[in-house]
């Protein structure tokens, strides 16, 4: 069934427009306009055109901190995606269980970022932390994940699985619901092994639900902030400087605002093709499932 | 026996979940010395010392109420500009919609850190700065385009003969849709604003970098636990299991509603 052609549509997105406009396309506009000056103080700049831009290209600290966030957010999607959807096969499917995982699943999603990276420091460290204190003096192993850079990766995966893989286990469980029963049925008949129910039955109709998380959760990783923040600082030295960090480092700490605003389009054209080929990915997901 | 591992799998990762939050409460009960002393698995001594200094000092529970007043501004002026558009992308076929709708998107997917201080200024500029408006608006920027997209998703899943049937009966369009349409909705609403209570409540960097005293969200606060003399950790734990709580509350209340409307929507 087509859509109604009428173009006077328009006026029903208006207050959307006006308001996005208001805090993307203004700021926006500022941002480019830091990017082509220098400036040394208030009123005192100096138009220096792409200068900004060679600058910040040429930065190996940039390309570290690129590098490091296409890493993190790799690892992110290999151990949530999987873990999420292992969730959701393991929930129950009526009975009071049911509100009982939602709730407890849901809980790490509405914990602010920052309390979340509270939550973790206070578990972690090895003087009052538990965990911290059970790999020190049960395992024996030293462990302080402001030490090494190893130690502080694997602290910051542990606190990010921990935080979203409910987002992609809720998910993928609402796309497990949709399934209707008689599917089953029939692949009961069939005499189909749980794994094939699960390669032919649930995936194919899961993949509209997980290509919503996939992108979530890419998105959401690319631009983390508060928790590293909290939670190491982005050290120690830089090891968990991930793109969020080193920019408001270089924007509020250096207050150096001309290769800040480079630097800022420069992130933000990365997010935006990737985030127009996941776009492409979800239409084509889209079209797939109506046939 | 397979229907039983996986039962105590799941058991054990929901367990796990708990495992950091009970450590965190359990924290909050303690004092500051007590918790430098001696590492106990509950607290032997419990006081709700930390507690009760948050709940009677104005400058701490201040922040809570400012976090609450913002999140609660975004949630209803997301809602309010994200129906009719969300309405129009779902309904019509316009010039540029294609167009209009991925531009939305790229704005949720904006990193915030890009937009901090052209907001400053421009909070500043017109005078918003240090108010609770300038958060929610701040916050508009990633949930306005989020409510519009899990908006159209379910509005899409409503037969447009209903829309039809009540035109030919003598609907005008904002009477049907605030009549008939929004009822007919309404998982959907609660899911949007499930998730832009969410988004708001756990943002840091705007709420932070707009506000100064009078709009001071609690994450900003909580930062007043490191003192010269080292970490309040009880306090700080203390403070932190309160954030939980209007999280927990709304969880409670959509537990219902929860897998239905993510199976009905996008997200």
């Known amino acids: 069934m087509d859509k109604w052609e009428n173009n006077r549509a328009w006026f029903l997105t208006i207050p959307v427009l006006v308001l996005v406009a208001f805090s993307a396309i203004i700021p926006l506009m500022t941002v480019v306009n830091y990017s082509v000056q220098d400036i040394f103080g208030p009123g005192q700049s100096l138009f220096v055109g792409t200068e900004m831009y060679t600058k910040i290209l040429r930065d190996p600290r940039l390309h570290d901190a690129l590098w490091r966030q296409f890493l993190f957010s790799g690892l992110v999607l290999l151990i949530e995606m999987p873990l999420g959807v292992l969730i959701a096969l393991a929930m129950p499917k009526k009975g009071w269980g049911v509100s009982f995982s939602l709730v407890a699943l849901a809980l790490p999603l509405l914990i602010p970022w920052n309390t979340i990276g509270s939550i973790w420091i206070i578990f972690v460290r090895p003087d009052i932390g538990l965990l911290g204190a059970f790999i020190n003096n049960v395992l024996g192993i030293p462990f302080d994940h402001t030490r090494t850079a190893g130690e502080a990766w694997i602290t910051l995966m542990l606190m990010e699985v921990w935080h979203w893989t409910s987002l992609v286990a809720l998910l993928a469980y609402a796309g497990l619901r949709a399934i209707p029963e008689v599917y089953y049925q029939a692949a009961k008949i069939d005499g189909a092994s749980a794994w094939a129910t699960f390669r032919y039955i649930q995936l194919p109709k899961m993949r509209g639900v997980l290509t919503i998380a996939l992108l979530l959760r890419f998105m959401d990783s690319f631009l983390i902030y508060a928790e590293p923040f909290v939670l190491t600082g982005g050290g120690p030295g830089n090891a968990t400087t991930f793109l969020s960090i080193y920019l408001v480092k270089l924007a509020t700490g250096q207050f150096d605002l001309g290769t800040a605003g480079a630097f800022s389009l420069i992130y933000f054209v990365i997010v935006i093709l990737l985030c127009f080929v996941f776009y492409q990915v979800l239409q084509g997901v889209g079209k797939g499932a109506k046939q | 026996m397979k229907g039983k591992s996986k039962t105590i799998g799941l ?16 924290m909050s009960l303690r004092t500051n010395a007590d918790i430098l002393g001696t590492l106990t698995l509950y607290p032997v001594d419990p006081t709700f010392a930390n507690y009760i200094k948050i709940f009677t000092d104005s400058s701490w529970y201040s922040g809570y109420i400012n976090s609450m007043i913002y999140v ?26 294609k167009q209009v709708f991925f531009w939305l998107l790229t704005n949720r997917m904006a990193p915030g850190a890009v937009f901090l201080l052209p907001f400053f200024q421009l909070y500043s500029t017109i ?19 989020l409510a ?4 159209e998703g379910f509005m899409s899943g409503i037969p447009r003969e209903i829309d039809e049937t009540a035109f030919i009966d003598g609907y005008s369009l904002p009477r049907f849709f605030v009549t008939i349409f929004i009822p007919l909705i309404r998982s959907g609403v609660g899911v949007t604003a499930f ?34 003399t080292g970490m309040d950790w009880g306090l700080l734990a203390a403070a932190g299991v309160l954030t939980i709580v209007p999280g927990a509350l709304v969880i409670w209340f959509v537990r219902n509603h929860m897998a239905k409307g993510f199976a009905l929507g996008r997200v």
Not at chain 2, 11 to 26: A, G, V
Not at chain 2, 75 to 90: C, G, K, Q
Not at chain 2, 127 to 145: E, K, M, R, S, Y
Request: hydrophobic fraction near 60%; proline fraction near 4%; charge should be positive.
């Open chain 2, 72 to 97: 609660t501004m975004n949630v209803l002026i997301s809602l309010t500009v994200a129906l009719p558009a969300a309405y129009a992308f779902s309904r019509y076929r316009f010039m540029g919609d």
């Open chain 2, 195 to 228: 998730f832009c209570f969410m988004f708001s409540w756990v943002e840091l960097l705007f709420a932070r970098t707009l506000t100064i005293t009078n709009a001071k969200p609690i994450q900003s606060v909580m930062t007043r636990t490191i003192s010269a």
């Open chain 2, 148 to 151: 519009v997209w899990i908006l």
């Open chain 2, 127 to 145: 005078g918003l700065l240090d108010t609770h408006i300038a958060v929610a608006l701040a916050h508009c920027l990633f949930n306005v385009p």
């Open chain 2, 11 to 26: 058991f054990i990762y929901i367990f796990l979940i708990f495992l950091p939050i009970y450590w965190m409460i359990n």
